[in-house]
């Protein structure tokens, strides 16, 4: 069997049903398993398995917005409108 291969933040977030946007933003926070091309680049491109992203998905509860939660019970109490910053 051949080794499985490498796809791009686009792929996994058709697989995903998701925006590839979103798909960077869970990576960056540590909930997708991603592969930098070059780590030591300041800008990171990432490439991903599938079946490391599903594992992951499956063991952590995962769903389309990100979080282990639904989209409508997420925390917004912190965040200000822009007009209002530092006040």
């Known amino acids: 069997m051949p080794p ?7 792929v996994i977030a058709e697989h995903l049903d ?3 946007r979103q798909v960077l933003a869970m990576t960056r926070a540590g909930k997708l398993p991603a592969h930098p091309v070059d780590p030591t ?3 990171k491109q990432w490439r991903y398995k599938v079946s490391e ?4 998905i499956n063991s ?6 990100g979080l282990g939660q639904s989209a409508d019970q997420t925390d917004n109490k912190t965040r200000q409108p822009r007009h ?3 006040k």
């Open 4 to 10: 499985e291969p490498y796809v791009s933040a686009r």
């Open 84 to 86: 209002q910053k530092g």
């Open 53 to 56: 992203v599903d594992a992951a």
């Open 41 to 43: 680049a300041a800008r």
């Open 18 to 20: 998701i925006q590839s």
């Open 60 to 65: 952590h509860g995962i769903n389309s917005n």
